[in-house]
């Protein structure tokens, strides 16, 4: 199972290798000697990177959010002015992305998210982690002339975070829609948000 990569630092080595055990087998799966294992270092190497179980979730959390921004490669998403067209067109990239690109980085993040509602200290944590896309939406959002930005942002990632869900561990999960089907679906959906 070993993530290694000539270039990747010990931390990310760690994080990854959380990640993926995440992944394969759940939250109970994830201990810091099952990391050294798994990543092939010697025991204890985790616990010097991070020493508590919270200070290994957070490190999950922080290398899941930089893979999930490279994967989905939210710095191409167009710069205001926009229409929603094209909003729909860059978000149905990125889901497809995110469907097609690593589906285990997306179980590992439904594990993360439910472990965050049991550990306040992870909640604060996570939740910043996912601020700065939430924030670029609502600038998207506002750009192509939504009444309520901040409503509607609720609306569009509930929407691609279900869809991603269902596809990844739902009752859909044998199927991935393709990149047509999402954009149609993205149109219809800010469509009905922007009243166009």
């Not at 616990?47 to 490190?59: G, I, K, P, Y």
């Not at 930089?66 to 229409?83: F, K, N, W, Y």
């Not at 909003?87 to 439904?110: E, F, K």
């Not at 996912?130 to 990632?157: C, E, M, N, Y």
Request: hydrophobic share 45%; charged share 25%; proline share 5%.
């Amino acid at each position: 199972m070993s993530v290694r990569t000539p270039s990747a630092s010990r931390a990310d080595l760690v994080a990854d290798t959380a990640l993926a055990l995440l992944a394969e087998r759940g939250m109970r799966g994830l201990t810091h000697r099952a990391v050294d294992e798994a990543a092939g270092l010697p025991q204890g190497s985790t616990s010097n990177v991070a020493r508590t179980r919270q200070a290994l979730l957070e490190l999950a959390v922080r290398r899941h959010a930089e893979r999930e921004a490279r994967m989905l490669a939210l710095e191409e998403m167009p710069d205001p002015p926009i229409g929603p067209d094209a909003l729909a067109d860059a978000l149905a990239l990125a889901v497809h992305r995110s469907l097609t690109g690593n589906r285990d980085l997306l179980i590992a993040r439904y594990e993360l998210a439910l472990e965050a509602t049991r550990r306040p200290e992870l909640r604060a944590f996570y939740d910043a982690t996912g601020a700065v896309f939430k924030k670029q939406i609502t600038a998207l959002l506002t750009a192509v002339g939504s009444p309520d930005p901040a409503r509607h942002t609720l609306s569009l990632v509930a929407w691609a975070d279900g869809l991603m869900f269902s596809c990844a561990a739902g009752s859909f999960s044998a199927e991935t829609p393709g990149l047509e089907e999402l954009r149609r679906g993205l149109r219809e959906l800010l469509g009905g948000l922007l009243g166009t």
